[in-house]
C-alpha cells in the first residue's frame, strides 16, 4: 500500500511522501528520494521499526497528523 501526499499529477517529489507496509516499500520510497511513513501492520519479517522509514504509526488514521506536522 503506498500514497503520495500530491494533490494531483505533476506535483514535485519535494510535495510527496510513501506511505507503506513492507521492506520494498521502504526502500522504494527511499530510492525515490521521498520520506517514507511505515505502517506497523505489514508484511515484512523485519519489525518495522527497524526499516529504516523516517516515521513509523500504528493505525491508517494517524497519517493525516503526520502529514500536517510534517517538517518543511
Known sequence: MCS???SGWGQRPSNSLLV???QADVQSGQAAGLPV???RYGYTAIP???LGADLVLDAFHEIPK???N???
Do not use: C, E, K
Request: proline fraction near 6%; avoid cysteine; aromatic fraction near 6%.
Open 48 to 50: 518495522t521499526d527497524q
Open 20 to 22: 507503506g507496509d513492507s
Open 37 to 39: 511513513i511505515a505502517m
Open 70 to 72: 510534517w517538517p518543511r
Open 4 to 6: 503520495l501526499r500530491s
Open 66 to 68: 503526520a502529514i500536517a
